[in-house]
């Protein structure tokens, strides 16, 4: 396969973001052709059912039913995986680079499963797996981290990487309307999958987050590591608060550096890095370019000692976003293949090996809650004592007008205090006779 | 230089810039490393002189007075030019490509006046330059340009892309100051040079943009073929007048892909693409991205064909943003020695054989009018049958309240129109006895 000025790829997967990928590549491959020196041609496709419904068509003769038949056809120089999944997937990325072929992936789930084993195959068959496409859609965030920021330490890292809730918070704070119906309507209009658990409870968001932080910071972090919080819990109350205290509430998939704990308990990374890294819902100052970023777009703020703050900004999903990033490592895979450079930049490099998950209760953050309280005298002293106690100060305190009847809102913004001892104020404000629904609690950033 | 696990750095320039590099290298050069596979060092570094001030230090050890040391020391296997101008930075560029060695560079100007015969120099020698540092200072968007979106169309590029005129009209707007007293300021504060020219009348902005265009669009565009209009005339009425509209005045660097003209007048492109190629102040929609991107900060919207719409922000100068695009080059440049992979993307590729930069007065836009004209009847008329008889038609007509005496400010927003009628119409404009000041135009993008 070495200096083949005309490369093959095979792809398995031909429904919507397969057909997106073959329609593009048909498109601009004279483009590419001429921007790279080499030709790259879609040669055979695996296919669910040849007449399964996709947005473009692809030509049957081309079509298997087999995915074996793509992966061990000698005239398939690189293999594109597009069915999702963890299992099935997998063997068939597992067989792809056991042949040394170059595997190029979309599948962030499979990433996050089974990330360190799939690149231990592809070192070890001298070959490379590109997943550009597996975090942020059409973002190019998987190079921009691994290459174009190669100089820098990544302090900060904050993505609203998934579309699905980045809509609903977007529509519920447009229309003021509640997580309930706006979901609905995202359901109908095709913008939520009927079960939406996998975008809206925060996993997605934590497979692209764990991909990222690890790339990032060199040590694979597990997803079991992972401090995860979807946005189900945000009420249109919550939004109407944030917007009235000058901020917009995103879902955030945060990947921060701290300093490693001096003697402090739990201090996993004695000599390494320590790295938060979360996805929950984050009350974002409307100043910042993160809280603008509106609809079913995703953007990703990096911080880099060097280089300092940076954003980028496009759309997370669809066919054609998806395909321009399988593009981009197309041009890769094929570039390495006629360079014989398959290890140029390896998959992932696992750098730091001191490397740590912060555990989220040693997390530091600053806090908005909000209380269902009684409307008596004596109440506020009652929770200000608690979290006194917990050595946890108030920052501003806020009893929202126009709140009429027995239980109010009580809105209370916190200095940055541990989650451990956030926590357990928030246990203790819940037992209050006074306090009437289960304490609502949302961080806040000031990317400071 | 084959498999170097070692790549030795010459670097031309010790001020500002080339400490900045210095010090980042030193900095993260053991985590570059363990991300490489390959270690990089910077052996040699040519200055102005041994005691310049610069905000970081250089051992003197490795210093020396004369470029040529570090250009022909066998032990150089890759240069940084930062000297910057086009005189003296071309022939130490070329000479080192002549010896085979490749070259950095964040050097925009030379790029815009010496590209093509710099790039020919780097392929005749089967080596490379790299430019990441010469747009937009830390945003890696050459790489993403060239790389990362290497499967799309580049229907757009919108670019804020010089600093100084940001933060400039960034105050203007915040503080409702004038130009000229901003200016001022901004000079005292060291964020425009004594002699602004470079950036406020828009050329640094065209030698990115004309840059960004080039890569984009597989052609070289020549300076001489971008229109350029800077930010001076700009005054804090049209500010305040644009903010009350809806919009803010952002200076932009502006890559439109245009259709050829069927049979039109200077059609040069018959076969190929034409390209609007220019720099302006633009009234950009507030609800747009780009209309959030303030003080020095830089953004370059890119729309693909497949991606869609895309932005990266960042720094777009300074020592250190800029080291972190050095770095990123370095790392390219290292890797490629590493693995005999010179060609792998070259600097430019003319892929484009009929591509042509539009004429300006062929460019279609919506346009912004501000008139002094004397307040009584029958002006409007007489503007209003210019602008007809020009085929230009009027969106909408203000008055605004609160401007007493015998001249009054009157804006009027128009439909998209070609330039040519425009220009031609405004003169007309000018020249009625009622107009008292040279009509005031600012173009208006809605991103459509």
Redesign the interface.
């Known amino acids: 396969m070495k200096k083949a000025n005309r490369v093959n790829i095979g792809m398995i997967g031909g429904g919507t973001v397969g057909s997106g990928v073959f329609h ?2 048909q ?2 491959s004279a ?2 052709a ?4 080499v030709t790259v041609n879609i040669v055979k496709v695996a296919v669910k059912a040849f007449d399964e419904p996709r947005p473009y068509p692809i030509p049957p003769s081309v079509m298997t039913l087999n995915w074996q038949e793509v992966v061990n056809d000698p005239a398939v120089h690189i293999v594109i995986e597009l069915v999702g999944g963890t299992t099935i997937a997998k063997t068939m990325v597992l067989a792809a680079l056991k042949l040394g072929k170059p595997v190029i992936t979309a599948n962030k789930a499979l990433l996050a499963a089974h990330g360190p084993e799939l690149f231990a195959a592809a070192s070890q068959h001298n070959t490379n797996l590109y997943y ?1 496409a597996s975090v942020a859609g ?3 965030i998987i ?2 981290v691994r ?7 990544f302090e900060r890292i904050y993505g609203i990487v998934n579309g699905t809730c980045n809509y609903i918070l977007t529509r519920m704070k447009r229309e003021g309307a509640d997580f309930a119906d706006v979901l609905k309507d995202a359901q109908r209009l095709g913008y939520a999958e009927a079960e939406p658990s996998l975008d809206v409870d925060g996993h997605d968001a934590a497979h692209k987050i764990g991909i990222l932080a690890s790339l990032a910071h ?1 040590f694979w972090v597990n997803q079991k590591d992972i401090h995860v919080e979807g946005i189900r819990a945000i009420t249109k109350l919550d939004i109407q608060f944030a917007t009235q205290l000058g901020y917009t509430i995103k879902l955030l998939g945060i990947v921060k550096k701290v300093a490693a704990p001096a003697g402090g308990r739990k201090a996993q990374a004695p000599n390494g890095a320590q790295v938060q890294v979360s996805v929950y819902p984050t009350l974002v100052p409307d100043g910042h ?1 993160l809280a ?2 509106n609809d079913v777009f995703n ?1 990703i703020f990096v911080r ?12 997370g999903a ?1 066919k ?2 998806t ?3 399988v ?2 490592d ?3 895979a094929a ?2 293949l ?4 398959e ?4 998959s992932f ?1 696992p ?1 730091e090996r001191h490397g740590a998950v912060q555990p989220i209760e040693d997390s530091v953050a600053k806090y908005y809650v909000r209380l269902s309280v009684v409307d008596k005298p004596g109440v506020i002293a009652q929770v200000s004592a608690i979290l006194g106690r917990a050595k946890i100060s108030i920052a501003s305190l806020i009893q929202p007008e126009g709140h009429e009847g027995d239980v109010v809102p009580l809105i209370l913004m916190m200095h940055a205090a541990p989650y451990s001892a956030m926590s357990r104020a928030l246990r203790a404000i819940g037992q209050l006779p006074a306090v009437k629904a289960p304490p609502m609690m949302i961080r806040v950033e000031d990317f400071a």
Not at 34 to 37: E, F, H, N, T, Y
Not at 338 to 341: A, D, F, I, V
Not at 343 to 346: D, E, F, G, K, L
């Open positions: 593009a590549l498109k601009n483009l590419m001429s921007r790279l020196g550009e059409g973002i190019p190079k921009v290459e174009s920021l190669v100089g820098n330490q060199g370019v603008s970023v953007a880099g000692d060097v280089v300092g703050d940076t954003l980028y900004y496009g759309r669809g054609d976003a395909a321009s990033a593009l981009s197309v041009a890769d570039l390495d006629h360079h014989s450079s290890n140029r930049v390896p490099v750098h």
